[in-house]
């Protein structure tokens, strides 16, 4: 006991002076804020509600089906409830708009009877009217996306044709459309 | 048989057991500062950074305090097939106990019934009774873990008492008395016993190591094997009482510690001198507490086999040494030792 | 919070509050986050916090994990073991929802006895997996807040 202890001794009292304890809860100092989150931690979520088109890619593959997309008459809802997302990121990736991302944001306790049905992180989404009947069709954001990826794809040659049909194709539904295809000239009988 | 002044040992039989309360409050936050301290951590906070005030206070110095009243606070579950007169009654058995025994021991001087010829048997005798109340207690509280627990204390009393009643009693043999304030008296026109025996104050300072359930022997009450041992079944009310008898302990160990060893802080003299002594009597307090607590920091726990066989070999050699030196320089300087 | 406006009894209840850890059938990643805040790192010591092995020395409980339908008694056991007043903080979102084992609420997971709520009454959560031990320590505070006022 006493061999083990001597050498023990030295150890010990050099820890007397140096305690490796970090300033949390609040800073030592008035005004400093918390630093010791280190990079890439991944917390809360936060939506950037002008990229975000409805997809639904963050909904199919959650880890743990906190993710949940509800439509109503005008708006199409997504929302992540806290207490059942496992934090692992995955929805992140896939979103093909990066509208996305954990943010380092962990402190994220609360009182259940201040948040009855879970913490929820959401976000709404305009649905566009079909202009033929009236019922609602695709997020305006997805039609604004969908635009700026066929025109970057497609050969210049014909892309004019294309963005001009597509003004059109945008305010109907696909019901409409093939209805009201010759009216609005989209018919492909229009190249021949 | 001296006949003592009324109001005045009035006086100090009230304000003893709160002296020693506080005192205990103030060496118990001391054992868990210096083991947090030496664990490279801060433990309960002497002065509270500023940011933090509004919700901790200014300091935490009251933390075992808080601790006590917090358990008295609360709501007290006593087990349907316990022996309800024992569980309840065991730890306000030792508080009596304790509190009469903090009668007995002079302050820096001051006691109530520190000048009684045999004071030193009755502070002895009294101690027992915490031990003693764990294992009633324990025993009392019908579950597997209090009956461990009771096992492992009374073996463990078994181990410690001996060297420790052998210790102080070489230190009260060379003194020529068994009376406290006679002991501390002796040492003032003399050395301090710490120097004049140091292996009594070896062998009971790690007597002591043992009867406060301070690691290598807390094993009574061990965390991990034994779910709290005898005071398992203790909750609210009742093991307020129990902390309140192991704050009380450990300033009735330091004291008796300084005042056998250390010559109780009657160093001084002079107009100021009852501060003075005071004060050192407190720091001397405080010293050994700090000792206890860096035992208590670097050491695992022991099995209560291998405690008892160590507790019978280097102690009670110690223990045995300090007899025999006791009597030696009783032989050899008779004028040293008598009279004066 | 003040410190001006509370009784001694809430007083004392906030600035000494005693944990025990109840496990019930996590990963274990939740616990060794529980056990991280009483390291020296991230002393909550300072707080006045001791963690317990006993559900009767303590004021907290802390549950981890999703409630396996063996552990569900056990669960309860320990909830009526803690003596009032008591506060039920749920860490890990195992104990919360059931997480990743628990796919939605029209499945239910086929050992599971549901979450830690439809056991015992949960006072606040924390969410995470595991949730850091800095969020650990802001649950704690708010569950000694709310120790305070009962």
Known sequence: MAKGNLSLLKEVFQNLFHAVTIDYPAGTWPGKKYSQIPVGVRGKHKFDPEKCVGCGGCSMICSSGAISLEDTEDERTVAILLGRCIYCGRCQDICPEKALELTPEFELAYIEEEHKGGLYVKNSVILAKCAGCGKSIFPATHIVASKRRLLENIDSSVRDLVAADFEIYRQYCLDCRQKLSFELKTHPRKFY | ?340 | MSELDLTLKQKVRTYSPWVFHAHAGSCNNCDIEIAAIFAPRFDVERLGIQLKNNPRHADILLVTGPVPKQSKPMLRRVYDQVPNPKVVLVVGTCAMTGGIYNFDDNRPNYALAGPVGSVIPVDVSVPGCPPKPEAIIQGLVMAVRRLAMR
Request: aromatic share 14%; charged share 10%; glycine share 6%.
């Open chain 2, 1 to 340: 048989m001296e006949i003592y002044p009324l109001i005045e040992t009035a006086t100090l039989m009230i304000s003893a057991p709160v002296i020693a309360f506080l005192l205990g409050v103030a060496y118990c936050y001391e054992v868990r500062k210096v083991f947090a301290r030496l664990q490279s951590r801060k433990g309960p906070w002497f002065i509270v950074p500023s940011a933090l005030r509004p919700m901790l206070g200014f300091s935490r110095m009251l933390q075992p305090l808080y601790d006590i009243l917090k358990l008295l606070y609360k709501e007290t579950l006593v087990p349907t097939s316990a022996n309800k007169q024992l569980f309840k009654i065991a730890p306000y058995l030792a508080l009596i106990s304790l509190v009469i025994a903090t009668w007995f021991i002079p302050f820096a001087g001051y006691s109530s019934f520190g000048a009684f010829e045999f004071s030193l048997v009755v502070i002895l005798y009294l101690i027992l009774a915490v031990p003693m109340t764990f294992v009633v207690g324990g025993a009392g509280s019908s579950s597997p873990w209090g009956v461990l627990g009771a096992r492992r204390e009374a073996e463990l009393m078994l181990a410690y008492e001996v060297p420790l009643v052998i210790g102080i009693f070489a230190a009260a043999i060379m003194a020529n008395s068994l009376s406290l304030a006679e002991i501390v008296n002796f040492q003032k026109q003399r050395l301090p016993f710490i120097f004049l025996n140091p292996f009594a104050a070896i062998a009971v300072f790690l007597a002591f190591v043992g009867k406060l359930h301070m690691k290598p022997f807390d094993i009574p009450e061990a965390d991990v094997e034994i779910v709290a041992g005898p005071i398992t079944e203790y909750s609210g009310k009742l093991l307020g009482i129990v902390e309140i008898v192991r704050t009380i302990l450990i300033f009735v160990c330091a004291a008796l510690f300084t005042n056998v060893f250390l010559q109780g802080g009657l160093v001084f003299s002079g107009s100021l001198s009852p501060l003075f002594s005071v004060v050192l009597f407190i720091v001397q307090g405080s010293l050994i507490t700090f000792f206890i607590s860096l035992v208590h920091a670097m050491n695992p726990r022991y099995r209560i086999d291998q405690a008892f066989g160590w507790y019978a070999r280097i102690p009670l050699a110690t223990s045995l040494i300090a007899l025999a030196w006791a009597y030696a320089i009783k032989f050899m300087f008779p004028t040293l030792m008598i009279g004066v």
